[in-house]
Structure formats: C-alpha cells, structure tokens
C-alpha cells in the first residue's frame, strides 16, 4: 500500500520569506509521479507542482520548488518570496502504478495536509 | 472553459436522513473521482468512474453510499441513511484519460460541505 505523511499540520511565514513543507512517502514502485496540491480557503483545489520520479532535476513553477529525494523518499515543497495569496492547506499526492507506457490515472493518496499562513 | 462544479456547497441533515451530491465535470473529461475528507483527517479516495463505468470503487465506506455517473457526464453520490460519522467535505474531481507526457491532472470541484447532526 502507498501511504503518505505530512508531519507538519501548520506552518507560517512572514511575507517575502521562505518556507519548506514536508512530504515523505512510500512505494515499491520505480517509477511515479508526485503532486503537490494548494486549497485557498473556500477554493478549490489546484495543482501547483509535479515530480516524475524518473527525473533527477527537481521541478520548478516560478516561486515553487520541489527538493525530491528519492533514495530516501522524501518530497518537500519549497515557497520563495512568499505572498500573501499563499496562504491554503497544502496537500502532497501520490497516484498509483502507470501503465506500461508511463500514462497514470487514478486515486490519489493523500497526506494529511499543512496548513500555511502568510503573515504580511 | 467550466471547472468542475459540485452542488449543494453545503448540506445539513438529521441523521437518518438521504442526502444527495452532485458533480459536474469538466467537458469531455472521461475521469470521474471522488473523495471525501473528515474533519482533520486525510483526504481519502471514494471512487472512479471511466465514463459511465465504475473502474474502482474500493474507497466506498459501505453499502450506504450509491454512486452514479448517467451517460458518462455528471455524477451524484448518495447517502442513505446518513450516520454522524458521514459528516466532511466531499470532493469530486475529473481527468482527461491520457495527459500529455504520461501524465494527468485531476482537476478539482469547490466540494461539498455535508453535516449529519
């Protein structure tokens, strides 16, 4: 079974900081996919970042970052300059085994979620 | 182009009681999941349809829940009869089958807040 922990329930930062959320996993498969997804107060849900466990270089969308350590399973996300519209629960998912063509879809697992404030 | 939209965004009941999830996915999205999250836990995988077929339903609590996909556009879940322990948001999300590079989004509705009192 694939089962994922985040060991930080709340964390702040103060505007224009950086913070690192935590995410570590486990999985006997080789290769899959990471996910790193924001939920704003009263919004939905969104994609921020993804890893694939193939790559070696840590992925990046503007102000995110992830540090993917794969040997020892761990997944953090990294915000730069923090701002104010970062504030949301932080939830880290892992999908199953992809088919033999490197295609997954399916349940995701979840962590248990950060929460992060943005003080101004 | 429409998100995913769920309806009611908050639902109140008695115990006992049926209540009724709608989601809409976006259009031409082939995946349909659900999920649920109680309060302070994990948010937790419910199901997934693939059209109008039930690909893998191992998340469903027990036999209270019933959930349908008509023609392979817009799902409900029910709940029937409703226990306290029912209570939580629930969440439904759509996919395209196959993404580009391998991969895929799901794609998240607003969820529904459901409180059995």
């Known amino acids: 079974a694939q089962t994922v922990t985040q060991s930080q329930p709340e964390m702040s930062v103060q505007e224009a900081e950086t913070v690192t959320l935590s995410c570590t996993y486990d999985t006997s498969e080789s290769n899959y996919y990471l996910f790193w997804y924001k939920q704003p107060p009263s919004r939905q849900m969104i994609l921020v970042i993804r890893?694939?466990?193939?790559?070696?270089q840590n992925a990046t969308e503007n102000r995110f970052s992830v540090n993917f350590q794969k040997a020892a399973k761990s997944f953090s996300l990294k915000i730069s300059d923090s701002q104010l519209g970062d504030t949301a629960m932080y939830f880290c998912a892992f999908p199953p085994l992809g088919h033999p063509g490197g295609t997954s879809y399916g349940k995701l697992t979840f962590g248990q979620g950060t929460i992060l404030t943005v003080h101004p | 182009e429409a998100g995913v939209t769920q309806f009611p965004s908050h639902s109140v009941i008695e115990k006992g009681q049926t209540v009724t999830l709608r989601c809409d996915p976006i259009s031409g999205h082939d995946n349909l999941y659900w999920y649920r999250r109680v309060m302070g836990k994990e948010i937790k995988f419910l199901l997934h349809f693939v059209k109008e077929s039930k690909q893998d339903e191992s998340g469903m609590p027990n036999n209270r829940f019933l959930a349908e996909r008509t023609g392979g556009t817009y799902s409900t879940l029910k709940v029937q009869p409703a226990e306290l322990e029912d209570s939580g948001v629930y969440f439904c999300?759509?996919?395209?089958?196959?993404?580009?590079?391998?991969?895929?989004?799901?794609?998240f509705g607003p969820g529904t807040r459901l409180t059995v009192t």
């Open positions: 890893q694939e466990a193939y790559k070696q």
């Open positions: 999300a759509s996919s395209q089958e196959y993404g580009t590079g391998g991969w895929y989004e799901q794609y």
